[in-house]
């Protein structure tokens, strides 16, 4: 016989929620190595420090590693026969600048370590770079919503002349695919005229 008294006071049956796992994208690549920096963003920054990585370094000392991108952290991990060892760990939010260099094949990406200090991380990726730069900058896009998302109300109030967090959400995630389309676009390999009889 049930006791009435365990069935009124006992808890009803609660589903905890499940912790939200972090897609994590993985791309094997050679990484060039690291240098440092005098500014945390420019192209001219990124295509100098792999330009200066390559010529001091060969194909041959280049360091096969696993590309890890999460939405808080890039990680750059070299595969060991026992296990993983991780080489950098690069937090989203520290991440200054990143792009495809002058080669399809080469992305950098510079990262501030405090006391302006940016080290830039260059990596050669097969077939092209393009799915490497896209995934990092998916990371950044979704930890800048993060952040829109975490202020408090007091500080999301906007004025009337600065836009609404949406609508820069909007701005910034438009810009980024319309970036990602136009670079997926020139690595497309060009369509030749049919030669006629």
């Known amino acids: 016989m049930i006791d009435p008294f365990l069935c009124f006071f006992s808890p009803p049956c609660a589903e905890f929620p499940m912790p939200k796992t972090e897609l994590v994208q993985k791309f094997h690549v050679l990484y060039l190595g690291t240098t440092s920096v005098s500014r945390p963003i420019g192209m001219d920054v990124i295509n100098g420090a792999i330009d200066s990585l390559m010529s001091t370094t060969g194909k041959e000392d280049w360091t096969p590693v696993i590309l890890s991108i999460a939405d808080t952290t890039v990680a750059v991990i070299k595969e060991k026969e ?5 080489l950098v760990e690069c937090r989203v939010r520290f991440l200054s600048f990143m792009g495809i260099g002058r080669n399809v094949h080469t992305f950098a990406f510079i990262m501030d370590t405090g006391n302006q200090h940016f080290q830039c991380h260059a990596f050669w990726c097969d077939p092209n770079a393009g799915c490497v730069s896209e995934a990092v900058q998916a ?7 993060k952040c829109l998302v975490a202020r408090p109300p007091s500080q999301r109030a906007c004025s009337s002349t600065s836009p609404s967090a949406d609508s820069v959400t909007r701005r910034v995630t438009t810009s980024v695919k319309r970036g990602v389309q136009s670079l997926i676009d020139t690595l497309k390999p060009k369509k030749q005229p049919s030669e006629l009889p």
């Open 82 to 86: 026992e296990d993983e060892e991780a």
């Open 139 to 145: 990371a950044c896009v979704l930890r800048y919503q």
